[in-house]
């Protein structure tokens, strides 16, 4: 027995030393596994595990008016994200009890939303809340453990324009990804937004990046600074009176657009209606269409306002004087096709210039066919109409202008195309065009942003462009003169008179192009009723469109348009300290 | 026969070259210098002890300055990061508080002002007032305010 124990105790002692040899060749193994062979593998798991890239934002450029007040800017704001997983009913009531004041929501209204997402349990309860009511979250995270388990905030920059829906067609908005969306947002979209920085780090428990661990990184580069041509104060003076002229007139909608006709600077952009930039769902039934800027991007035909180029043309081509008569007989057979006066009266013989203070389409269509179709239409292209000015605005059109050649083109265009029928353009293209005129023959680039800025150092300054002399500075002032001498002769232009300042302005009363080619009854509500002047004369301060869509309270621009374009202008000239001109009587 | 005369310890006769000790060489002296060096082993470890312990020290020192020195740049930053956003908000309060349509609502609502309208008629100017230099108006505007 005793050699049996000896037996057993000898195997006993082996075995422990062998099983702490086996073990410890067993760990020698894998730590050679782990340190050695997968020595890479491991030290980047370890690396991806401590190290984070971060993504630094860059601060939205500010978008400023010409005297420098703020019309956007960046706020800081937070989406709201919420966690409903391992969250029982009484958990998720007492969530939508507590969350639905602070975000302007039913608690029965938000527990439904919540209870409704399926598929997930992670939703966004709510986007770019503003501080004040993130500030509420944090003190409701701070109170409510149910609400700190389950709800977080992530700061996020909210675009803030102080002005509501001021100016709201020029800016534009900036969508949920900080995007840039119609208007100088859009267009200005990639000075604007900047460049992001990241940092990549090792990083400690509270994601601080370690000082002595590897770290790379790149400063975001802030967005620049835009400053527009845009008078603030001429801009409400426009919108006031756009929104008043739309409840006296029963007009469905309307823009005024006010330019410098020497440099092509926008000064004021006022539409009807409009859509809050800081709200741009809320747009109601009016749907996306209302962000399109009406100003650039809807064509209209102008009707008689067109006439001021076509004898503009017609006289700087020679074919025509002010003082040139001829006999009109009310109608005029174009190609076997008869085309009156919109009042079906015949002038008799009447010179060009009281055929266009009177309007007549058969004293334009004498100058129009006098000049030529190929001059005619030459004198068109060159007043830049068919083609976008260039203007730094998203969205512009480049209205409809079939030439001689073109499948849609008939001889008759070159009558009707004279009066402003069968040729569309857009307000601006309208603006740039009769600018020219007003400023002495040139035509100018309009633009709305004066300078791009970065840290208060201009990157870009835009400066008035001229595209091309169009008409002689001879025509442009007699032209001028034909105007002013319609505004004082006739009752439509009186209209658009302010007492003390020669003005000169012409009416136009279109019909609205309906489906298959035909126009739309031009009854009350079926025209676009505009006037489109500049004032003084000699030197004109302003140029200004008023356009009208649908009026009821009368069909045309000399009683709908005429009075809004007279009552602005008095507003001008004393914002601006223009001295009078003329003797007030 | 000369004379000599004894003096202690002094040779008369140049000694022997068996009794003179030669000068130590190059290499004994570095031997001895070594000797003098020569310390004990655990004297040896503790003064390595205390210079890694040293070297150690200075390094964590220098870390934790870094560190800690890290702590106040992000600190500074997030600080610098709040006060341009507060700096924004207050641009933005500004705007808000100059917003024409603003501005309006309070002249109607708060102050009762109304829009001049019509209701006004133009005057006439004497015309040695018309022919006053600008600088006699402010003069007159300034006498006035007194």
């Known amino acids: ?66 005297r420098g007040f703020l019309l956007a800017g960046d706020a800081q704001a937070a989406d709201l994200y919420m966690d409903k997983g391992q969250k029982n009913d009484t958990d998720l009531h007492t969530l939508a009890d507590l969350l639905g004041p602070v975000l302007a929501e039913s608690p029965d209204d938000l527990y439904t939303r919540i209870r409704g997402v399926t598929g997930t349990n992670t939703l966004l309860l709510a986007r770019r809340l503003d501080s004040e009511a993130a500030s509420r979250v944090r003190q409701l995270r701070n109170t409510w453990p149910v609400v700190e388990g389950s709800v977080w905030l992530d700061q996020q920059p909210r675009r803030d324009y102080p002005n509501g829906n001021f100016a709201a067609h020029i800016l534009g908005f900036t969508d949920y990804d900080n995007q840039g969306q119609y208007g100088v947002e859009q267009f200005y979209d990639d000075k604007l937004a900047g460049t992001p920085g990241f940092v990549t780090a090792e990083r400690d428990s509270h994601m601080i990046p370690l000082p002595v661990g590897d770290s790379s990184q790149k400063s975001a580069m802030d967005g620049a600074d835009l400053d527009l041509t845009v008078d603030s104060a001429v801009q409400y003076m426009a919108e006031r009176e756009l929104d008043n002229t739309l409840k006296q007139t029963g007009a469905q909608k309307g823009m005024i657009l006010i330019a410098d006709p020497y440099t092509g600077a926008i000064i004021a952009l006022a539409t009807a209606p409009r859509f809050d930039p800081n709200h741009f769902t809320d747009i109601g039934q009016d749907g996306w269409g209302l962000y399109k800027n009406p100003a650039v991007s809807d064509v209209y035909e102008p009707g008689s306002t067109f006439k001021v180029l076509t004898m503009a043309a017609a006289i700087d081509g020679g074919a025509v004087t002010p003082d040139t008569t001829f006999n009109c007989a009310g109608v005029v057979n174009a190609y076997g096709t008869l085309i009156h006066n919109s009042t079906q009266t015949a002038h008799g013989v009447e010179s060009m210039k009281e055929g266009l203070a009177r309007s007549c389409n058969i004293a334009i269509d004498y100058a129009a066919t006098s000049l030529g179709e190929k001059k005619f239409y030459q004198y068109v292209q060159a007043f830049g109409i068919g083609k976008a000015t260039g203007i730094d605005l998203a969205g512009e059109g480049r209205g409809i202008l079939h030439l001689p050649g ?109 489906a298959n080619g035909t126009y739309e009854a031009d009854g009350l509500g079926g025209t676009i009723a505009s006037v489109v002047g500049f004032a003084p004369v000699d030197h004109p301060k302003f140029i200004m469109l008023v356009r009208l869509d649908r009026p009821t309270s009368s069909t045309f621009g000399g009683e709908t348009a005429s009075p809004a374009f007279g009552r602005l202008a008095a507003q001008l000239f004393q914002y601006w300290k223009v001295p009078p001109d003329q003797p007030v009587h | 026969m000369a004379l000599r005369i004894a003096v202690p310890n002094y040779p008369l006769d140049p000694p022997a070259a068996a009794d003179v000790e030669a000068a130590p060489s190059a290499g004994e002296r570095r031997a001895r210098l070594e000797s003098y060096l020569a310390l004990d082993p655990a004297f040896r470890f503790l003064i390595a002890l205390a210079l890694v ?71 006439s100017v004497p015309a040695e007032v018309q022919v006053a230099s600008p600088v006699d108006t402010q003069a007159g505007l300034a006498a006035g305010s007194r």
């Open chain 1, 406 to 514: 073109d499948d849609a083109y008939s001889p008759i265009n070159l009558y009707t195309n004279g009066f402003g029928q069968g040729v569309s353009v857009t307000p601006v293209q309208l603006v740039a065009a009769i600018s020219a005129v007003a400023n002495g023959g040139l035509l100018m680039k309009p633009y709305v942003v004066s300078t791009v800025s970065r840290n208060g150092q201009p990157i870009q300054v835009n400066k008035p462009t001229v595209v091309r002399r169009v008409i002689s500075a001879d025509t442009a002032a007699q032209v001028r003169g034909m105007l002013a001498w319609a505004v004082d002769t006739t009752d439509a232009g009186k209209l658009a008179k302010v007492p003390g300042y020669s003005t000169a302005a012409k009416t136009g009363t279109a019909q609205i192009a309906g």
């Open chain 2, 53 to 123: 312990t040293a070297i150690s020290l200075l390094y964590l020192g220098q870390a934790s300055s870094v560190t800690e020195l890290n702590y106040a740049v992000q600190s500074q930053s997030a600080l610098h990061t709040k006060l341009i956003h507060e700096q924004q908000d207050l641009q933005l309060q500004i705007a808000h508080a100059q917003a024409l349509p603003q501005i309006a609502r309070t002249a109607g609502t708060r102050l009762g002002m109304v829009p001049v309208g019509k209701a006004f008629r133009y005057l």
């Open chain 1, 1 to 66: 027995m005793p050699q049996a124990q000896n037996l057993i105790r000898g195997w006993r002692i082996w075995t422990v030393p062998v099983v702490f040899l086996l073990g410890a060749l067993y760990m020698g193994v894998r730590l050679f596994q782990l340190q050695v062979l997968d020595e890479t593998k491991m030290a980047t798991r370890v690396v991806n595990n401590i190290t984070r890239t971060d993504q630094i934002l860059p601060n939205r450029g500010v978008i400023r008016d010409a």
